[in-house]
């Protein structure tokens, strides 16, 4: 399955997290970031997630650590958008930028600010006392790759997958799945969520 790990996601694969309120997600990341290094699943990133990533584990672990983690998040990725160690691919990725860029445009007018929609109240982390749904540009540009990629999302981060969920995105949210669910998606088979 050609994938995308948010950047959460990996960043819980990547670390075990002192509060054992966190353990359920580094379990389940780090299932689903094995299934990569396994090369089960392929993952693609879009080049902010690993900055996110470097970012977010340096505050936690320290420069050095982070660094070793960040090397084996980008020796397991196949693609890192934008950027590429293949000529070919830099090609490509130039010509594809004017569709990404209006893709991101575009998504940025639809779907930065979302309506919820009542319906969807029994789906894991719904609250009730949020009339909408927003999220910010570089959640917008991770959705837009995933969309013209047409990969599988994983991510932590209720807002982004319930817009990406509503756009039509094969997605899921790392804490709503059950392990059962992530031994799936882990094997490279898709799963019904939510």
């Known amino acids: 399955m050609n994938i995308l790990l948010d950047s959460d996601v990996l960043i819980y694969s990547l670390h075990i997290p002192k509060d054992k309120n966190f353990l359920p997600e580094h379990i389940k990341a780090r299932e689903l970031f094995d299934s990569v290094v396994e090369r089960v699943n392929t993952l693609y990133l879009i080049s902010t997630i690993p900055i996110e990533v470097a970012t977010g584990l340096t505050k936690i672990v320290g ?60 789906v894991p982390g719904f609250k009730n006392q949020y009339t909408e749904v927003k999220i910010g540009g570089v959640d917008i540009s991770i959705l837009s790759y995933v969309q013209l990629k047409d990969l599988v999302f994983i ?29 799936t998606l882990a094997k490279g088979r898709g799963t019904k969520f939510p």
Not at 155 to 183: F, P
Request: glycine share 6%; aromatic share 10%; proline share 2%.
């Open 63 to 122: 420069r050095k650590i982070a660094g070793n983690g960040i090397e084996k998040l980008l020796l397991g990725a196949t693609e890192i958008y934008p950027a590429s160690m293949d000529l070919a691919s830099n090609v490509v990725h130039t010509l594809s930028l004017r569709v990404y860029f209006q893709t991101c445009i575009e998504n940025a007018l639809n779907l930065g600010k979302i309506p919820k929609d009542e319906k969807d109240s029994s």
């Open 155 to 183: 991510t932590n981060d209720w807002s982004l997958w319930y817009i990406s969920w509503k756009a039509g995105v094969r997605s899921y949210w790392l804490k709503g799945l059950a392990r059962e669910q992530v031994h």
